[in-house]
């Protein structure tokens, strides 16, 4: 059964799931409806939006020690292989995830104490676009052993102005692994340069 989580919330991930190796972490969002005055009426259209995931492995001091601890759209891979990006979604349409992130926990170097999960708006100072044109974002993780979902933490804050969101995080407690739901919003404009944050 799914755990539904508010902002701020911790729960465990491995301690209650013995034998948890990997999880999926699923990423999406939609972008809202505006209307739109026209010569026939009012239509209803979704500006087209393009938001990618992210993640940072990060030490214990918070900060991303290798280049290669960024797993994004331009670097799919971690360089250790335990976190895999599934590609590059240009539009948020359809069901389900929009993104997904595979991790593969008892891979994560002992040097990596969490990782963390962003979502941030491709090009968005040209398009002038931010996540208060976003609705319905969320973080979930999937035991894929069993596409069994763990836990869910829908974002219902209030990012308008934000051009990123940090998410959630994945971490090292007493040798099990926790999840932190942390509905943050950024101004970071690219994903390199929330990046430069933990640098």
């Known amino acids: 059964m799914s755990i539904s989580l508010v902002k701020g919330q911790k729960v465990d991930l491995t301690k209650g799931n013995a034998g948890l190796g990997k999880i999926v972490v699923g990423l999406g ?44 759209f331009h670097n799919k891979k971690s360089g250790d292989g335990s976190v895999v990006h599934s590609g590059d979604n240009l539009t948020g349409e359809g069901e389900g995830d929009d993104e997904q992130i595979f991790v593969e926990l008892s891979k994560v170097p002992a040097d990596v104490d969490k990782i963390l999960f962003v979502v941030n708006i491709y090009d ?44 959630g995080e994945v971490y090292r407690h007493s040798g099990e692994w926790k999840f932190n739901a942390i509905g943050e919003g950024s101004h970071a404009a690219h994903i390199d340069h929330l990046a430069r944050q933990y640098q």
């Open 29 to 72: 969002w939609d972008p809202a409806e505006t209307e739109k005055r026209g010569l026939f009426g009012i239509k209803k259209a979704a500006p087209n939006i393009d938001c990618d995931a992210s993640a940072l492995l990060l030490n214990s001091a918070g900060k991303l020690a290798k280049e290669k601890n960024l797993v994004c």
């Open 124 to 167: 968005c100072v040209n398009r002038k676009q931010d996540f208060g044109m976003i609705r319905s974002a969320y973080i979930r993780i999937v035991n894929p052993a069993n596409d069994q979902e763990l836990l869910r933490y829908n974002l219902s804050d209030n990012y308008a102005g934000r051009t990123a969101l940090i998410v």
